[in-house]
């Protein structure tokens, strides 16, 4: 039976909705510049990153339909799981019209989730590192680079080398015993404040696979969460 979880609401036990038609499994495009040189053959192409891009879902009624509680569903934006791929989620907005006149008439329409690049593990646990050892080995089990967020619990000046190579240093201020270094928003923060002035150095990328994180410093307590993702 075909299946999504939508902003943590599971289709199956959504009245008279039937998901007819899961999206393919399908790899995003590369962005790229492209520049043409006089007098140089072919030309220069410089990739710029994944797009984001569509995953169209056909969903159908049942004659004991709640239409209303439906269209409350389809809208907005939040993680969607697809029952093809049920051990990952994407981050995906609804920003098509959906046609709700022909769901009512021909009890079929077409939901297009617009999905950023990447798929992420499912219900991935946070890695809780005992400070008594010096070197960690953190998984992460996509396919693809993976950016972290590490929460820091700890005083003075922390330094953090992944993999053998150095990243980031970061200095808690005199008040403060705690941060989180979120390497896919390119921000430190506690709260809702940015800390980013008491960092330098780079945010964290693990590879694919088990990754070697070390700190110097004094620490109380690390947390991390790998974010494995694929493509």
Known sequence: MNYIKWKEQDS??????????????????????????????????EELGYASYDKPLLIGLTQNANIDEIIRLFS????????????????????????????????TATVVFRVQPYKYK?????????????VYNVENWGTENSKPLIHLVG??????????????????????????????????????????????????????GFNEIAFTGTLTSVEISARSRWI
Not at 20 to 28: F, G, R, V, W, Y
Not at 82 to 91: G, L, Q, R, V
Request: net charge negative; charged share 25%.
């Open 155 to 208: 005083s003075g000046t922390v330094q953090c080398r992944v993999n053998g190579n150095s990243t980031f240093e970061y200095t808690f201020p005199s008040n403060e015993t705690e941060v989180y270094i979120d390497s896919e928003l390119q921000d430190a923060y506690l709260g809702s404040v940015l800390k980013n002035r008491n960092m330098v150095g780079e945010f964290p990328v693990l590879n694919s």
């Open 122 to 134: 499912l219900d991935e646990i946070p890695v809780t590192i005992s400070t008594s050892e010096n």
């Open 12 to 45: 199956r036990y959504i009245k008279g909705l039937v998901i007819c038609e899961l999206p393919p499994i399908t790899k995003p495009q590369m962005r790229v510049a492209e520049t043409v040189i006089d007098g140089v053959d072919g030309s220069l192409i």
């Open 76 to 107: 907005g934006q939040g993680e969607v799981v697809f029952s093809n791929e049920p051990d990952k989620f994407y981050k995906a907005h609804i920003i098509s019209q959906i046609d709700y006149a022909r769901l009512v008439r021909f009890k």
